[in-house]
């Protein structure tokens, strides 16, 4: 089993920024792929950034530009930095990972609020 905590979510103004942090614990070895998806309310989980463990990168198009992926594989981090923040980003954000075999695994989520 792999446990994720993600933190960084809050509050904060349209063309502001967040720096989301998710770490991972647990049976982290053979994890392939981590991430972030978002949830808005009334609307499905998509997802908004992955990296691989060979620095692979994925964004949605809606966050190209704006956000950033970054992982620590030694520490079995990965975050997301928002910047230029829309209210269309209002949703909660939820860490992803895959281990081998395509066995995905969730955070909580943590809400993010960007205000007009």
């Known amino acids: 089993q792999v446990q994720l905590v993600e933190s960084g979510g809050g509050l904060v103004q349209a063309g502001g920024s967040l720096r989301l942090s998710c770490a991972a614990s647990?049976?982290?070895?053979?994890?392939?792929?981590m991430g972030w998806y978002r949830q808005a309310p009334g609307k499905q989980r998509e997802l908004v950034a992955t990296?691989?463990?060979?620095?692979?990168?994925n964004y949605a198009d809606s966050v190209k530009g704006r956000f950033t992926i970054s992982r620590d594989n030694a520490k079995n981090t990965v975050s997301l930095q928002m910047n230029s923040l829309k209210p269309e980003d209002t949703a909660v954000y939820y860490c992803?990972?895959?281990?081998?075999?395509?066995?995905?695994?969730w955070g909580k989520g943590t809400l993010v609020t960007v205000s007009s």
């Open positions: 992803n990972a895959v281990k081998f075999g395509a066995v995905n695994y």
């Open positions: 647990g049976s982290t070895f053979s994890i392939t792929s």
């Open positions: 990296l691989n463990s060979g620095g692979n990168s």
